[in-house]
């Protein structure tokens, strides 16, 4: 990609040819047998309104399709390869853990090993449950806070995505938000009427939401940077508030680090923050791309867990020794580096500012919220603070980009509600091809 050739830039050439045939067949199979051809909606790319690629391979920073199309992965699995595709010590843990048999339903010595790996990281943790996703983790922190604090109502915001359990597919981002469903069917308005979704950034809010349910609300979840509906950072002050009225109200402060867990800072937003909250929701990274979650807390709540507590729930795969070990091996290698977080800092801001310049220079309305390595590029021109304000981007304009970007080998989340992640495995250059695109793509 990139050559030039009479003056333009072949990639400029071949994206006019660049074939998606076999992904075309691949789809038009998947979807005679999987609802949408997939796994979770938004892999659809119906916000895009093109059919997905079938992807084949991930080596770094690049994948490749069915079609042998190559593509700059700014996706990783949506946050877990914050060291990029098949990074050579994951691999060797998965294989090695692999021959000694795949999962026993048993105890394990690496369940404990990747547990203290994570207290270690995360001070507010003194113990912690693994599971098979962030879904199954916020789900069960939801059930656990409830039993701690005997009342009923949780308070989400607006645009936050906390996985797909009843109480929380309430005004949720993520893929709710890019297919522009309120919710979901077939949550009953009898769990949903419990779940209170706020303005996020919005004090007043809260105070006066607390003020009226006073000492019936459970818990407050939040995602403390939000990447389920585009990057959006917490405004000054803003964890520190929650943290302050959440221990005022004896309501359980529940952050949701699925995303922003050992991605923001080895010790996620809590420590980029300084905030200690009772609870801590985990996955993607901690799994290295394997299927995980975990929840935890400080030892009264955490110890309400059965079966030394009365709060029921299980998992066949939990702290399934696969995905212990590439964990394991993932956040070994981050704590042996902590100079990748500088670094991927530098490389996202490259990127995000170069592709901000290009759209000054060419009167695109664009803006971004960058935090660490997650970031995203909102098609408007105003600041990006809350749903309300996320929710005006001009989504036709990004499913343009977003195509024009995909056809030049730059692989972007297919939806305007989502966060652009850089890995440790993308260089300079990566940077510089995908701002080159994004001039051609704006
Ligand atoms: P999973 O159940 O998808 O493992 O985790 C749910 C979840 C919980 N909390 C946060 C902050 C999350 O971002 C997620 C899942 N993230 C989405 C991407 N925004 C997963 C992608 C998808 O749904 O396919």
């Known amino acids: 990609?990139?050559?030039?050739?009479?003056?333009?830039?072949?990639?400029?050439?071949?994206?006019?040819?660049?074939?998606?045939?076999?992904?075309?067949?691949l789809h038009a199979r998947a979807s005679r047998v999987i609802p949408g051809g997939v796994n979770s909606p938004v892999r659809a790319f119906k916000s895009v309104s093109c059919d997905p690629p079938y992807v084949v391979k991930g080596k770094g920073a690049y994948i490749w399709d069915a079609d042998g199309n190559q593509y700059i992965d700014y996706v990783g699995s949506w946050g877990p390869l914050i060291l990029g595709h098949a990074h050579p010590e994951v691999v060797q843990a998965v294989d090695r853990a692999n021959h000694d048999g795949a999962s026993f339903g048993a105890c394990t010595p690496v369940?404990?090993?990747?547990?203290?790996?994570?207290?270690?990281?995360?001070?507010?943790?003194?113990?912690?449950?693994?599971?098979?996703?962030?879904?199954?983790?916020?789900?069960?922190?939801?059930?656990?806070?409830?039993?701690?604090?005997?009342?009923k109502?949780?308070?989400?915001?607006?645009?936050?995505?906390?996985?797909?359990?009843?109480?929380?597919?309430?005004?949720?981002?993520?893929?709710?938000?890019?297919?522009?469903?309120?919710?979901?069917?077939?949550?009953?308005?009898e769990q949903a009427q419990f779940t209170l979704a706020l303005?996020?950034?919005?004090?007043?809010?809260?105070?006066?939401?607390?003020?009226?349910?006073?000492?019936?609300?459970?818990?407050?979840?939040?995602?403390?940077?939000?990447?389920?509906?585009?990057?959006?950072?917490p405004a000054r002050g803003y964890l520190h508030f929650l943290r302050e009225i959440t221990q005022k109200h004896g309501a359980v402060l529940i952050f949701d680090e699925v995303m922003t867990g050992f991605r923001l800072s080895f010790g996620g937003a809590q420590q980029l923050y300084g905030i200690r909250p009772d609870m801590t929701t985990?996955?993607?990274?901690?799994?290295?791309?394997?299927?995980?979650?975990?929840?935890?807390?400080?030892?009264?709540?955490?110890?309400?867990?059965?079966?030394?507590?009365?709060?029921?729930?299980?998992?066949?795969l939990s702290g399934n020794p696969l995905a212990m070990a590439a964990?394991?091996?993932?956040?070994?290698?981050?704590?042996?580096?902590?100079?990748?977080?500088?670094?991927?800092?530098?490389?996202?801001?490259?990127?995000?500012?170069?592709?901000?310049?290009?759209?000054?220079?060419?009167?695109?309305e664009l803006s971004a919220n960058q935090v660490g390595s997650m970031f995203t590029w909102f098609f408007q021109s105003?600041?990006?603070?809350?749903?309300?304000?996320?929710?005006?981007?001009?989504?036709?304009?990004?499913?343009?980009?977003?195509?024009?970007?995909?056809?030049?080998?730059?692989?972007?989340?297919?939806?305007?509600?989502?966060a652009i992640f850089v890995s440790a495995a993308h260089t300079r250059e990566d940077i510089q091809k995908a701002v080159q695109a994004a001039e051609q793509s704006l």
């Open 282 to 316: 985990l996955g993607k990274i901690i799994g290295g791309g394997l299927p995980v979650g975990a929840y935890g807390g400080n030892l009264d709540i955490m110890n309400m867990v059965a079966p030394i507590g009365p709060v029921y729930q299980a998992g066949t």
């Open 382 to 418: 105003g600041e990006v603070r809350d749903w309300d304000t996320a929710s005006k981007s001009d989504t036709q304009a990004f499913a343009k980009f977003h195509r024009g970007m995909l056809d030049r080998g730059v692989y972007l989340p297919p939806s305007q509600y989502e």
């Open 199 to 233: 303005p996020f950034n919005d004090p007043a809010a809260v105070e006066q939401t607390f003020e009226k349910y006073k000492k019936l609300i459970a818990c407050v979840i939040v995602e403390p940077v939000v990447g389920n509906m585009g990057c959006v950072p």
């Open 153 to 189: 109502y949780i308070v989400k915001f607006e645009g936050c995505y906390h996985g797909h359990a009843d109480s929380l597919l309430v005004k949720a981002g993520s893929g709710v938000a890019t297919l522009g469903i309120p919710g979901s069917a077939g949550v009953l308005e």
């Open 327 to 364: 964990g394991l091996a993932m956040l070994k290698h981050l704590k042996n580096h902590p100079e990748i977080y500088e670094q991927l800092e530098q490389n996202t801001a490259e990127l995000v500012n170069g592709v901000l310049q290009v759209a000054r220079k060419k009167g695109v």
């Open 111 to 151: 369940e404990a090993e990747l547990a203290e790996a994570v207290i270690e990281a995360f001070p507010s943790l003194k113990k912690v449950r693994f599971v098979s996703s962030g879904t199954e983790a916020t789900m069960s922190a939801l059930r656990v806070a409830r039993a701690f604090t005997g009342r």
């Open 1 to 25: 990609m990139g050559r030039i050739a009479n003056g333009r830039l072949l990639s400029d050439i071949f994206y006019l040819v660049n074939s998606y045939e076999k992904s075309k067949q």
